[in-house]
């Protein structure tokens, strides 16, 4: 074990010298402190701006907490953000060193092809993780704007360490696998940018395929009633066959998506009534959408329940249909295991790619 | 210098086990058999040289030898360790320079030779010492904590030797290490290199600069597409006995003499150089300085007149030059 962990550090110190030495690494966390930076300014003066700021008149009420939208489009600015930059730490790796002549030096010690790979990932994790440790200080801002529980400043950092982590081993994969260095970026950009991108397209297309015309039980408004007569209607119910849109058999598709993962698992935030929590939105739309629809619909109490046509309220006649139950089930768990997943069989391709001695080389590549 | 090739052993029997042991090795790259039945074997203690044109298999083989590559076929021992099988135990023994030495953008020279002591699993120390009397050793001390990028090709290639030497391997493969060194820098890689042979290590080096080799190797290895060949055994001289160039100012003079002592010699191939009309040379093994001297005074007092006397192009060019297969 100490061995073993002796060659992975060997290797992630030589990867990190290498980092750490080039300028462009510090001048690429200024200018990402700086855009983090930019980000959480224009989020908060945009959330303050919208009522012309709190504590001055007809400004936000006090007890609604800005924190949570500040929070959430933060986070997800650091998430994107490091999608875009986490490819470029791992994705040359194997065969930037491959074409360096570097890599078959280094497979003839003693250091086994996982010594490698694992070496090699743990340094691109720990640049990645310097990035995320550089955003912190606008997560905590966000934290002193009120309404977002510190718990869920540490759950989106170990989320986000993690989702990185996926990204890096993808990257390592594709650069154990693609003999060029252009190829493997290319495609871990475009992985990166299908778990993102495709997956909330692909279930927006795969919507009419899971729409059927079922019946559907309603609680409505008689046919025979009338609009006229000014009396609140006795809502009965129906049976009306409508199209239904079975998500909770294509919900997984938004599971796999980073920042869904990232919103789902974020702990809530103390609900505020006006200003909009785009974690809370996306943890509610997505779990709604595993529940799938109900078989039961009020049509009724809403439209009709509050007031007469002239306007006075009434007492809501009482609905039979159930109050849809907000499911509390999550969902991140799922899309994270299968992320890791990911991450795991670029890590296990990366480690086969590394063994030798080696049985087939890629067309057109020489070991020396 | 013995040659040694196909399924003959070495001259002198080894008493130890050879450092390098390959029987009827083959690797193709698709349709390109770049070895195609290679039989060696590199005693330990010895220099070997691996001589062969470009395109031949010489680095095919060493990367084989390096465990870098399987081989589709055939049987290899690195000091008894089977490099496909039983890789660690092979690699450990073994010491690899490519011919073209890759650097890390920012390592400094030091970093390098450590980073490879750890890899190594050289306890930090000792690696430390190593590092440091391997820079000495290949007059890089000057340079230990400069960027290794920025060293000269000749900077480079010594860096590249003393990496491969970190863990004293005992057995050294080494590719056209030669390339890219000032004389001086070829004088120390001789002298280094009968050092560790004299220490016991096995070296097996190929080269491209023949005069060099017929200096340091004891043995020699001919590939050529892909096979060890035997180069023609009749131009070989005895063991001891170097072939020198006699020239005279008439040649039927000098061929006349010699045949009436009943020396044995053959024409010069041509690479003599041109003298006036009639004048000419001959090669003739001749065992020593002594030899060459009480030849030179025979033929003197005989009245050839006689324009010259050297060693002649060494035992490996022309073993080579005989070589029947051609460059590819
Ligand atoms: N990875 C590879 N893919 C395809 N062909 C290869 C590969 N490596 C070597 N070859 C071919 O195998 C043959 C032997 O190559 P090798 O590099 O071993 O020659 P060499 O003896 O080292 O030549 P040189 O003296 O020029 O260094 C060549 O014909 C070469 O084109
Ligand atoms: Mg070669």
């Known amino acids: ?368 | 210098m013995s040659i040694t090739a196909g399924d003959r052993a070495p001259t002198p029997a080894p008493a130890v086990p050879p450092g390098i042991e390959v029987t009827g090795l083959h690797r193709s790259f698709g349709a390109v058999r770049a070895l195609d039945g290679v039989d060696l074997v590199a005693r330990t203690g010895a220099v070997t040289a691996l001589v062969g044109p470009n395109g031949s298999g010489k680095t095919t083989l060493l990367l084989v030898l390096a465990g870098l590559l399987v081989p589709d076929g055939g049987r290899v021992r690195i000091a008894g360790h089977d490099p496909v099988t039983d890789g660690p135990a092979a690699r450990a023994r073994t010491g690899w320079m490519p011919d073209a030495f890759g650097t890390w953008d920012s390592l400094t020279a030091r970093e390098v030779l450590l980073t490879f002591g750890a890899a190594y699993r050289l306890p930090r120390e000792v690696a430390a010492a190593r590092a440091a009397e391997l820079l000495e050793t290949v007059h890089l001390t000057e340079y230990a904590d400069r960027p290794a990028s920025v060293l000269s090709r000749g900077q480079k290639q010594r860096l590249g030797l003393a990496r491969a030497l970190v863990h004293r391997p005992e057995v050294l493969l080494l590719d056209e290490p030669a390339s890219g060194l000032d004389p001086r820098s070829r004088v120390d890689l001789r002298v280094l290199l009968r050092d560790l042979a004299a220490a016991g290590t096995t070296v097996l080096v190929s080269s491209h600069v023949l005069a060099e080799l017929d200096e340091m190797a004891d043995d020699a290895v001919f590939l050529s597409g892909g096979r060890t060949v035997r180069p023609d055994r009749g131009d070989v001289p005895a063991d001891g006995a170097r072939e020198w160039r006699l020239r005279a100012l008439s040649l039927t003079a000098l061929t006349a003499w010699l045949d009436s002592v009943g020396a044995r010699w053959r024409p010069d191939d041509g690479i003599g150089g041109d003298g006036p009309p009639g004048s000419g040379g001959v090669l003739l093994p001749v065992a020593g300085e002594e030899s060459a001297a009480r030849l030179l005074a025979d033929a003197v007092r005989a009245g050839v007149p006689v324009a010259g006397l050297a060693p002649a192009a060494g035992a490996l060019e022309r073993a080579y030059l005989t070589l029947e297969e051609e460059r590819r």
């Not at chain 1, 609680?219 to 009633?225: N, R």
Request: glycine share 8%; with cysteine; proline share 7%.
């Open chain 1, 1 to 368: 074990m100490s061995a073993s962990w002796h060659g992975v550090r060997t290797v992630a110190v030589l990867e990190l010298r290498q980092r750490v030495r080039s300028t462009r690494w510090v001048v690429a966390l200024v200018v990402w402190f700086v855009v983090v930076g930019a980000i959480t300014a224009l989020s908060w003066a945009a959330i303050h701006g919208l009522g012309g700021g709190p504590g001055v008149d007809g400004g936000l009420p006090e007890e609604v907490f800005t924190g949570p939208p500040i929070f959430g489009v933060v986070v997800f600015f650091v998430l994107f953000l490091g999608l875009l930059v986490s490819p470029t730490l791992s994705a040359t790796s194997i065969n930037g060193d491959r074409n360096a002549g570097t890599l078959a030096t280094l497979q003839v010690t003693m250091l086994s092809p996982a010594q490698i790979a694992v070496g090699k990932l743990l340094a691109a994790w720990v640049a990645a993780l310097a990035f995320l440790a550089v955003s912190v200080p606008f997560l905590v801002l966000a934290l002193a704007a009120g309404g977002v529980p510190v718990v869920a400043v540490v759950v989106c950092l170990v989320v986000l360490a993690l989702l990185l982590a996926v990204v890096c081993a993808i990257g390592l994969g594709f650069s154990a696998l693609s003999p060029r260095t252009s190829g493997s970026a290319v495609l871990t950009f475009l992985s990166v940018a299908a778990l993102t991108v495709l997956s909330p397209v692909v279930f927006a297309l795969t919507v009419p395929a899971v729409t059927q015309d079922e019946p559907v039980r309603v609680w409505s408004v008689p046919l025979d009633y009338d609009w006229e007569s000014g009396e609140p209607p006795e809502c009965e119910w129906r049976t009306e066959t409508m199209p239904v849109f079975h998500t909770e058999r294509t919900w997984w598709l938004l599971a796999v998506n980073p920042f869904v993962i990232l919103a789902d698992a974020a702990p809530e935030a103390r609900q505020a009534a006006t200003v909009s929590d785009p974690l809370a939105a996306i943890r509610t739309a997505v779990r709604a959408a595993r529940t799938g629809p109900a078989t039961e619909q009020d049509w009724c109490t809403d439209t009709f329940g509050s007031f007469t046509s002239d306007g006075t309220p009434v007492a809501p006649a009482q609905s039979p249909v159930d109050v849809p139950e907000p499911d509390r089930s999550v969902v991140w768990p799922y899309g994270l295991a299968v992320e890791l997943l990911l991450g795991a069989a670029g890590l296990a391709v990366a480690i086969r790619r590394l063994s030798i001695p080696q049985r087939r080389l890629a067309r057109g590549t020489r070991v020396a």
